[in-house]
């Protein structure tokens, strides 16, 4: 993941020590960002476009490893220049920004519902029910992060993961070792013994913490040196033809959920090994798919940006620099593609013109966002 050109220093995530960017993994970020909301739209064709269909892991996993990488690379590589007052307040601070964005989301969010279906229709689809029945006690649980409508789940998690990155980043800087086995420990903790975080009012959270955070401390970890340690790995012909291999098991098992032939085909001593795969739980199969995908895209992709960047990528780059306000236009313009299709035209061409429309306009959005950063400060520079 590391090692593409770089560029000038922002104030977002996703920098190096030395203040400069990796355009790959804005890139990396802003597709994710369009397969979410592609996804996010019910009953969406082009779902078959995404990550989804094709294996045991999403974009979910991309995003969280991502996270923990950038996060690394911008407060971890400041942190010998700003010291650790600085680098805590910067690191709470993007924490109190999630949060944040999470309540003016779910306000806009509830908003929206009211407005299109008198507080009555999409309550339960949305789980925004709660805020016209109860509102007193859904806010209180709100601002205690046990509870989010549909498709916001995975805020509250980033925003618990970013409030305990400076104990991880002194950890790491401690021994970096010792913090990868102490992760790799609570997840189990998590796969053995189901410990959890609550929700409100039953449940636990979607996306727990204690699952996920393995993969925010192995993207860390991996900024952190763990690059290097993996050359090897990396660089191996057989872990890439197992890594395929996987990959092709992994597609075979996620179209027998939808194509219902292929499933008796799988051997019942296969299935009692899998099943099930809890995505909340990030499920060790879930795990090792991404972490085949990822070691199969690290060798697909360009060590450096070469020539100049194709519009499409420039796109991706720009929804990348602005991740936190494009998930929550996303999940906004996923819930007005939910009443179009049901309320207008459910065929296919809806579906495209929803899909590329919300793209579409993430995409102006993410510009005007850059364009206006750049109005007060230096901005990244894709040429």
């Not at 010291?83 to 509830?110: D, H, K, N, S």
């Not at 305990?164 to 790799?184: D, E, K, Q, R």
């Not at 092709?248 to 085909?265: C, M, N, P, T, Y």
């Not at 019942?268 to 085949?292: C, D, E, M, N, Q």
Request: glycine content about 8%; overall charge positive; proline content about 5%.
């Amino acid at each position: 993941m590391a090692g593409g050109r770089k560029l000038a220093k922002t104030d977002g995530a996703g920098e190096t020590g030395d203040g400069r960017r990796d355009l790959r993994l804005d890139a990396c970020r802003g597709l994710a960002l369009w397969f979410i909301f592609v996804d996010h739209v019910p009953d969406n064709s082009l779902a078959w476009l995404t990550l989804r269909n094709y294996g045991f892991s999403d974009t979910s996993e991309v995003f969280v490893f991502i996270s923990g990488y950038t996060c690394m690379l911008a407060y971890g590589g400041a942190l010998p220049k700003q010291g650790w007052a600085t680098t805590i307040v910067r690191a709470l601070r993007r924490a109190w920004e999630i949060y944040a964005a999470f309540l003016v989301l779910l306000l806009a969010y509830a908003a929206l519902v009211w407005f299109v279906g008198g507080g009555t229709r999409f309550v339960d689809e949305t789980n925004t029910g709660f805020f016209f029945r109860e509102p007193g006690p859904t806010l209180l649980h709100v601002a205690l992060l046990q509870f989010a409508p549909v498709n916001t789940d995975i805020l509250l998690t980033f925003a618990i993961l970013h409030i305990c990155f400076p104990l991880i980043l002194w950890m790491m800087m401690t021994s970096a070792t010792l913090t990868l086995v102490l992760s790799v420990l609570l997840y189990m903790m998590v796969q053995l013994f189901s410990w959890q975080v609550p929700a409100w009012p039953s449940g636990e959270l979607y996306f727990n913490p204690f699952a996920w955070q393995l993969l925010f401390v192995i993207g860390a970890w991996y900024a952190h040196g763990g690059a290097a340690r993996l050359r090897p790995v990396l660089s191996s012909r057989t872990i890439l033809i197992v890594a395929l291999g996987y990959l092709a098991f992994s597609l075979f098992v996620a179209l027998s959920w939808e194509f219902k032939s292929l499933e008796g085909l799988i051997p019942s001593a296969v299935t009692g090994l899998i099943y099930p795969i809890y995505k909340s739980h990030l499920a060790p199969v879930r795990l090792l798919h991404f972490f085949a995908l990822a070691l199969v895209v690290s060798r697909l992709a360009p060590p450096q940006w070469r020539g100049p960047i194709r519009p499409l990528t420039t796109a991706m780059i720009r929804c990348g620099e602005n991740s936190l306000s494009m998930y929550c236009l996303g999940v906004l313009l996923a819930f007005i593609g939910q009443v179009l299709l049901t309320d207008v035209f459910g065929g296919l061409a809806m579906q495209l013109a929803i899909s590329v429309a919300g793209i579409a306009i993430m995409i102006g959005a993410a510009t005007l966002l850059t364009w206006e950063s750049q109005l007060d400060r230096r901005g990244p520079r894709l040429f």
